[in-house]
């Protein structure tokens, strides 16, 4: 019986160990996709304000901001529109309140069916 004890202790370090590991591993890549996504931002910014003075060649500079900021702000709130839509059709848990629902109705079959 103490060699089981000994080996369950055992794999609960290694599974410490390995899950430390994981955890600095996915840590250090989340701090590169951070970093990443922000200079890309910081790219597609000067790519719109370059665009902004690209029209403005054409168009006064008042109107080439507004033509990308309103295409903008419309791409914006289409994607958040579908995002929500997409949100609301999330069902959270469903096996767990499947089979909730399906324990509750045999709790009140069995108390139907006891005296």
Known sequence: MSDVVLLARQEAELAKKELAEATKAVTARFV???????????GVFFLFFSA???????????????????????????????????LSRVEALPRTTRTIRENWEWLKRAKERSP
């Open 32 to 42: 590169a996709l951070c970093a990443g996504t922000l200079i890309c931002l910081y």
């Open 52 to 86: 902004i003075f690209g029209i403005g060649t054409v168009l006064p500079v008042w109107a080439s901001s507004l033509i990308i900021g309103g295409g903008l702000a419309g791409l914006g709130l289409i994607l958040i529109l579908l995002s929500l839509i997409a």
